[in-house]
């Protein structure tokens, strides 16, 4: 006499655990080239009161390199703007510090410099974005900075300034 087993393995497949290679977390990092960016950004505005030509104006934007302070371990990088023709003698200035990481992104970090300044730059005549460091390992800096002219309606446009890999690490 025979007997058939149906519907059952003899065998038994033990579960093979699959391995799997999780993603680092993003980290800051050293960045690329800058690639011939500026630090200067042309801008426009137009004056409610104004017609015709004389009712766009100009100016520009302007940062610095992001470095680190003089006074303090800290990502510093500043902002300011100079009037062309525009008819106001004030703008509002902001300046973010991004970081660069290892995933290809930039992320703000620190504490976002806004100030109302005259036209001109100079000490005192800006804004400042600060970031304190972790370490002093080289890592990739730029910032973004933002000119609102008051009592003037402007572009939207905003400065990146180039990139620059400085002994300032935060994480």
Sequence with gaps: MSAVLLGASQTSAAATP?????TPAAAPATAPGSGGASLERSGSGSSAEARGPEAVCTF???GDYVHVSSS???????????NGNCPTSTAVVTVELQEYYNDGRWRTKGTVGQATVRSGGGAGNRATGRAGCDNNTLTGWRS???????????????????ARNINCRRY
Excluded at 18 to 22: H, T
Excluded at 72 to 82: K, L, Q
Excluded at 144 to 161: C, M, S
């Design 18 to 22: 699959v391995k799997s290679n999780p």
């Design 144 to 162: 973004v900075v933002d000119v609102d002219l008051v009592g003037v309606a402007d572009t939207p446009e905003k400065l990146i300034t180039p």
């Design 60 to 62: 520009k934007t302007r």
């Design 72 to 82: 303090a371990f800290e990502a510093s990088g500043h902002g300011w703007w100079v």
